[in-house]
């Protein structure tokens, strides 16, 4: 055996290929954490296609994390003000069991709820479907990616008739012009942009434009940057249009031939002249027509976005708008071009392919669509009509069915509400009423624990083999290289072993997870994500894949990619589209008509600030992990506000004060970092710091739940505070 096992690592949507060795085989090198265990070598696996060897410091140190505060055993208690009693799995499988059933039959499956992650691995996320969906009857599966990607995932449906980014890595070192959009991508997607930043330092041809109210690390590249106003991306994106029809630099052929609904968005984008747009975002009138000037002349551009797009009670209208941009522009299906959705978790693409969503079933399939549910019957063997044709309850929903008591048992899995949900004191004071909540998770404690009656221990990175999918589509296997610790089993192990119990026992007779994955990609043929090609012996042996990869075929990459001379260190990858057929029944893609509403909460004179936040380099989502690594600690020691020095003078707020921020819905206190990086009239704080790691700097304690009216994303992006020095 080799002395590195190949896996992936377990935080962002890039999704970087790591090399893993053993402790043993360092000699005497081998290093160990403060608690005396024995560390994991980690290394970039200069192999995989997506990062040819490049980490960022959360992949380099995932290894310390193995070990720290895990859960090690199931744990029980009767009520929340109850301490835990170790019990064994048998004991939590039977209570569950039971709880399961009386809800079932007293309140029926839609009072059954699960809460996922994208952190779970491709086999968790099905097994999980076949649960609750197929078994249980309760489209009530939801999981973190509502409030990551969903706005993404109802655009590219939208307009292209499915889900699916239809671009790849590669196309970051074949475009003329990278327009990048609510995405601090050097900090959030690090490889991402060190493949990008090296390509622009190399080619001085190449432009970069970043739209972002804040100056990030990215903005810093960047040729042009947009410090738009929080909200004002429509007005943006339809501005550009604008100017580009006026100048006549649109692809009309593209559009006779391969869109429809062209003349309902031209007749929007006649109402954004460059005067009123400017005016709207706060730019001026020479840079909004530099962007579009950029846009226009260049044959290949690409757009790449992440949270500052889709966390917004208009998510899905930006996300299609910035589409509209690559339709009237012909600007899709060809190398260095396209609207690219950059995914925050590591296997967030792979929860939407295995129907990880409330109103999705596997294989890019919708709960609505009657045919779409007989398909996923007949593969799982249940009777028709087993699933039920009602899109399940969302993130937030199962909040307000705690509040309304409609929801009787509610099963959270590897992520941490109690910290990353909107309108943090409401959410807590409905976790509160939960009759019934299962927490699994491989770590303990979590602020979310504290609102558990049953605890579960999950097996997690480098302790279960199964296969994840980064923001590219290419698949790649995640071997275990170690056991688990104590009694934690894997995710898809706990819901298959339940569904047993509860009577299914063919139903989840898999003897280990790529029996699991195989079943899955049966779901998947002649989908547009097909993985019939695709096990986890083909990706042993030949390693991470991109899809569609049906069965039978060769690793032809695209077929567009070889039109233009091809980098010889760049792998040829897959594009969707390159054939300018959609997923919509006419074949052709969709123009989405909408004019800006804004902000679900402005800034007023009671609240005249709009908070943003957002991650930062180090740290990962509520530092579940990174919080107990050492060296990202020291990067991030502590919470902190960006203050313009404007607003800082006139609130008398000086570097390092402590700043009382106040919402409608709760408060907040950081220490003021006063900095030019802000614009005047917003404010940022980070997001990582839940209860357990900072004493009242919950970035959730003061957003909002408004929702995207398509897409169910809830705006955590941005609402209005008053600031109060303190
Ligand atoms: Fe991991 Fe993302 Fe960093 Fe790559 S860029 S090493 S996937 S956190």
Redesign the pocket.
Known sequence: MSEFIKT?????????G?EVSPPAQQGKATHRDSQGNPIWRVR?DKAHPS?QG???????T?AESLDKNRLHYPMVRDSLDREFRRVSWDEAFDTIVNRLQTVRFTQGPEAICMYGSGQFQTEDYYTAQKLMKGCLGSNNFDANSRLCMSSAVAGYIQSFGSDGPPCCYEDLELTDCAFLIGTNTAEC????FNRLEKYHRKNRKVKMIVVDPRHTPTAEAADLHLAIRPGTDIDLLNGIAHLLMRWGHIDTMFIEDCTSNFSAYAEVIRHYPPEVVARQCGISIENLETAARYWGESQRVLSLWSMGVNQSSEGTAKVRTIINLHLMTGQIGKPGSGPFSLTGQ?NAMGGREAGGLAHLLPGYRLVKNDQHRAEVEDVWKIKRGQISANPGLTAWDMITGLENGSVGLLWIAATNPAVSMPDLERTKKALLRSPFTIYQDAYYPTETAAYAHVLLPAAQWGEKTGVMT?SERTVTLCQAFRQPPREAKADWEIFAEVGRRLGFVKEFSFANSAEVYAEFTQLTRGRPCDMTGISHEQLKTQGPTQWPHPKDEGDKGDQGAKLLPHPPHLPHSKRLYTDLRFHTPDGRARFGAYYSKGLAEPPDPDYPFVLTNGRLYGH?HTQTRTGRIEKIRSMHPQPFIEIHPRDAAQLGISENQLVEVRSRRGQANFPAKVTKAIAPGTVFVPMHWGALWADNAEANALTHPESCPDSLQPELKACAVQLIPV
Do not use: E, R
């Not at 992936?8 to 970087?16: N, S």
């Open positions: 992936l690592c377990p935080y962002c949507g890039v999704g970087c790591l970039g990062s490049m980490v960022c410091v959360k992949g380099a995932i997607h690090p490889i991402v590591p980064n990962w």
